[in-house]
Nanobody, 119 residues
Framework: QVQLVESGGGLVQAGGSLRLSCAAS????????MGWFRQAPGKERESVAR????????YYADFVKGRFTISRDNVKNTVYLQMNSLKSEDTAVYYC????????????WGQGTQVTVAS
């Protein structure tokens, strides 16, 4: 089992920045990819960004390209999401998740952190 704890959410004005953190513990050797997802009220959860645990390859959803940056610190077992130029439509609960190398599924999820962007 992998445990994930997010932090760093909050209220920010449009155009501002926030950095989310996700600390992983437990059987982290089973992780091959970490991802950030978000879910806004009344909407389905969507993928925001992903990063491979070992090689650092990244993926971004089109709606965050050029504004968000995902990174990881393998020593601290922590993944970050730097969010710049925030828009009101970025308001959502943000979740980090770990993909299991054995099942290739995002099987471990954090509790979520609220990001609210005021226009």
């Amino acid at each position: 089992q992998v445990q994930l704890v997010e932090s760093g959410g909050g209220l920010v004005q449009a155009g501002g920045s926030l950095r989310l953190s996700c600390a992983a513990s437990g059987r982290t050797f089973n992780i091959d990819t970490m991802g950030w997802f978000r879910q806004a009220p009344g909407k389905e959860r969507e993928s925001v960004a992903r990063i491979s645990w070992s090689g650092g390859r990244t993926y971004y959803a089109d709606f965050v390209k050029g504004r968000f940056t995902i990174s990881r610190d393998n020593v601290k077992n922590t993944v970050y999401l730097q969010m710049n130029s925030l828009k009101s439509e970025d308001t959502a609960v943000y979740y980090c998740a770990a993909r299991d190398t054995r099942t290739e599924e995002f099987a471990s999820w954090g509790q979520g952190t609220q990001v609210t962007v005021a226009s």
